[in-house]
Nanobody
Framework: QLQLVESGGGLVQPGGSLTLSCATS????????VGWFRQAPGREREAISC????????YYADSVKGRFTISRDNAKNMVYLQMNSLKPNDTAVYFC????WGPGSDWSVAREYDYWGQGTQVTVSS
């Protein structure tokens, strides 16, 4: 079973930056699309980005396009989410998830992903 671990969350001021990491130590991530989702208190889980398993195509939600960048380093079994120009409404728990040979027909659908990490808190506040 693929285990994912997120890291890099924390407290940052509005306008600041953070880089989240998603790692696995047991298997390669080469064959997985990896998505990032977030969930704020009282809100539904939101898909924010995905990088494909095959050609490294990237996908972004409109709410983060132009501010967030997803990338992967297959040699390190890592996927990153660089977050710039952070806003208070970016505050949430951020999760990474993996979809074997994904993404499927819709990268933003949570049920397409087979494995999930435990999440890392990102708080944007002055």
């Amino acid at each position: 079973q693929l285990q994912l671990v997120e890291s890099g969350g924390g407290l940052v001021q509005p306008g600041g930056s953070l880089t989240l990491s998603c790692a696995t130590s047991q298997y390669t991530l080469d064959y997985y699309a990896v998505g990032w989702f977030r969930q704020a208190p009282g809100r539904e889980r939101e898909a924010i980005s995905c990088i494909s398993s095959t050609d490294d195509s990237t996908y972004y939600a409109d709410s983060v396009k132009g501010r967030f960048t997803i990338s992967r380093d297959n040699a390190k079994n890592m996927v990153y989410l660089q977050m710039n120009s952070l806003k208070p409404n970016d505050t949430a728990v951020y999760f990474c998830a993996a979809d074997l040979w994904g993404p499927g027909s819709d990268w933003s659908v949570a049920r397409e992903y087979d494995y999930w990490g435990q999440g890392t808190q990102v708080t944007v506040s002055s």
